[in-house]
């Protein structure tokens, strides 16, 4: 990404079938940047990738994260006891805190009130289960000792629900301080829920080729196949929420429905099976990021759900390899690298502008018009937003340091 500030560039539940087969083998390590590079999801390496849903009720996003330590157990690195005494594999006792949590999930339900989870570092290494909570829009946070605890990313519905996926499928009904586990239909990719539905992208095996999607609801919570969805590809595969519209799309496949899911279309994804990244600003608005391994990505828009797109200007410098895109409206857009900061534009794409928060920004994303929530990574991990547009920007270190304000962009 350059260091310019500003730079021009070129402008309910119908279908249900028989479940998949159970999960099979080991995840390994992924870190999904917020929500527009799931190719972690198919080549098993370490992303980033975003889900949101912004403007609905709820409004949620999340970065997704998961991990092959899913029980609670010390990771055998170099400097681990038990990865040089066999007989010392086993659980060990965690003292959740802020001060361990490093973030990779996100999810907010309301302009003050959201969650933050991922992994706890402990002696040796890490473990999963680590879920802070804000009730003043990220100002301060405190951390929950669940359990037991979620085990892998994090969606919230409403301020008690709320549900964790990957290699397992946990529900909680109390905000968050104890997690259910339930059936699975494989490994869950990626997941979402409004308005009472939860949407889901699951593989019949972790290594498994193409993902099907399964909803349920808030009160009957196992996932059934949605038969008039056929298989989605693995490439950068996720589900893009708003309102009564839901996209499914990854690799050169994209279906979508503005009804709820009564019916579905098979729609022409622009990106064509490269990298790519969705984001949606209205029931039928919605916008493409579509970033080539070599040259200028673009950016597409489509004004009726995805049946027609428009390329509407270039993609600020970004690498490939990494990154998110996310709409408050059709001129606000913000793009990320999860190397820096990242670029708001308010002019569709056709004029960008560095924002002023420290890095690395792992992911941004508007949930509402007005408002961007994000997480930083590196040695020292934050949450940050703003509250107009991108101009400027607050930080709330996770590590019990100060909040930092910053100035205009």
């Known amino acids: 990404m350059t260091n310019d500030d500003d730079f021009d560039l070129g402008p309910l539940l119908h279908g249900r079938s028989d479940q998949l087969a159970a999960p099979e083998g080991t995840w390994e390590s992924i870190v999904r940047r917020g929500r527009r590079r799931r190719r972690a999801k198919a080549l098993l390496a ?13 409004a949620i996003l999340a970065i997704n994260h998961s991990t092959d330590n899913q029980h609670l157990q010390v990771a055998t690195g170099r400097h681990s006891a038990a990865a040089t005494n066999p007989l010392q594999q086993q659980a060990t006792v965690v003292h959740p805190s802020l001060a361990r949590l490093i973030p990779t999930s996100i999810s907010f339900v309301s302009a003050t009130q959201g969650w933050v ?12 289960g680590g879920l802070g909570r804000t009730d003043d ?16 990313a994090v969606r919230f519905a409403d301020s008690t629900q709320g549900f964790s996926f990957g290699t397992t499928y946990q529900m909680t009904r109390d905000g968050g301080k104890s997690w259910q586990t339930l059936p699975s239909p494989g490994y869950i990719a990626d997941l979402e829920t409004v308005h009472g539905v939860v949407w889901a992208l699951v593989r019949s095996c972790v290594r498994c080729e193409g993902l099907r999607l399964f909803q349920a609801t808030l009160t009957s919570p196992d996932l059934v196949r949605v038969a008039a969805v056929k298989p ?18 990854g690799g050169d496949t994209m279906w979508a429905t503005t009804n709820d899911g009564y019916s579905w279309r098979h729609e022409h994804n622009p990106c064509g099976g490269g990298s790519q990244s969705f984001a949606a600003w209205s029931g039928t608005g919605i916008a493409a990021e579509c970033t080539p391994v070599r040259g200028v990505g673009s950016l597409f828009e489509s004004l009726d759900a995805g049946s027609h797109w428009t390329d509407i200007a270039n993609v600020p410098r970004v690498r490939a390899s990494a990154g998110t895109l996310s709409a408050g ?3 606000d857009l913000i793009v990320t690298n999860g190397v820096g900061a990242p670029y708001v534009s308010h002019r569709a794409g056709n004029h960008w502008i560095r ?4 890095g690395p920004v792992i992911f941004a994303a508007f949930i ?42």
């Open 137 to 152: 829009a990220g100002t301060t946070w405190s951390i929950e000792a669940a359990a037991p605890a979620p085990e892998g």
């Open 368 to 409: 509402s018009n007005l408002h961007i929530v994000g997480i930083t990574g590196g040695a020292h991990p934050a949450f940050v937003a703003s509250e107009n547009r991108g101009h400027t920007w607050f930080e709330t270190p996770f590590r019990r340091k100060p909040p930092v304000i910053y100035g205009s962009s």
């Open 355 to 358: 924002a002023s928060v420290d």
């Open 46 to 58: 370490v992303t980033a990738g975003v889900a949101i849903v912004a403007g609905a009720t709820p």
């Open 329 to 331: 409206s059709p001129d």
């Open 232 to 249: 989605i590809g693995n490439y950068d595969a996720a589900l893009t929420l708003h309102d009564h519209a839901i996209f499914a799309t």
């Open 117 to 128: 989870s991922g992994e706890l570092q402990v002696l040796g290494g890490t473990v999963a």
